[in-house]
DNA sequence: TATATGCGCAACTTTTGGGTTGCGCAAATT
DNA sequence: AATTTGCGCAACCCAAAAGTTGCGCATATA
């Protein structure tokens, strides 16, 4: 099942996953023991972010470092793009009620 | 319940909603035209939204008007921060993938 | 070779969440 | 005043998802 990376970062621990991840490359037992879950509670996690790309598998022996996908991250930027110009807009226009106030001084 | 805007925007529907709101504030009667959906699911969509300040309300008689909150959409951004550092290194790399590359030639 | 360890997969339970219908209330219309 | 319209809230149904336990398999270690 393909996953979609807005459902993927809705949950708090896959989000805690991803910072973690971010910062160095780790395996599954050891992100079990950062959070207070089962390993396997962990792999369904790893599963979900790993289907939709934002972390890849890196096997060593029989243990699993994995990356985080800093490229698949960037999609979410992408969809945020749509929004930048309302959020600049509403700062121009408080720039503008700005230099009103400042003009009647 | 307080909700998070994470989970917010986990839902393709709420993501449609914003994405009209951004453009045009809507009741929730026009909104639930454009989607095939009863009022009462848009307006479970919206309280959602709402309650995690995504949008706000503009009461004018007997219909609301619902605006998009660029400011709050911005908290993803800061969210993002984090990792924009990761994928400006894998840039990074990138460049210097290339470089060496092109000094090979 | 026997045993430990690290992992994913499957089955099951419980919680969450998106959809519906059926209200009641307030504002507009007649 | 009676009716229509726009809305939110509550109860309910069903599907999805997050957690668990219990496997089986592959790789280390004794």
Redesign the pocket.
């Known amino acids: 099942?393909k996953?979609d990376i807005f459902?993927a970062i809705?949950?708090p621990?896959?989000r805690a996953i991803l910072t973690l991840l971010a910062i160095q490359a780790l395996?599954?037992?050891?992100m079990?023991e950062k959070f207070?879950?089962?390993?396997?509670?962990?792999?369904?996690?790893?599963?979900?972010l790993?289907e939709c790309e934002l972390i890849k598998?890196e096997q060593?022996?029989?243990?699993?470092?994995?990356h985080f996908n800093a490229k698949k991250m960037q999609e979410f930027d992408n969809w945020l793009a749509q929004f930048r110009q309302n959020w600049e807009t509403q700062f121009n226009q408080l720039d503008q009620l700005l230099t009103i106030i400042k003009t009647k001084e």
């Open positions: 099942m996953q459902q809705a949950d621990t896959r395996t599954p037992n050891v079990a207070d879950m089962t390993r396997q509670a962990v792999s369904k996690h790893i599963k979900v790993y598998p060593t022996g029989r243990e699993i470092y994995y």
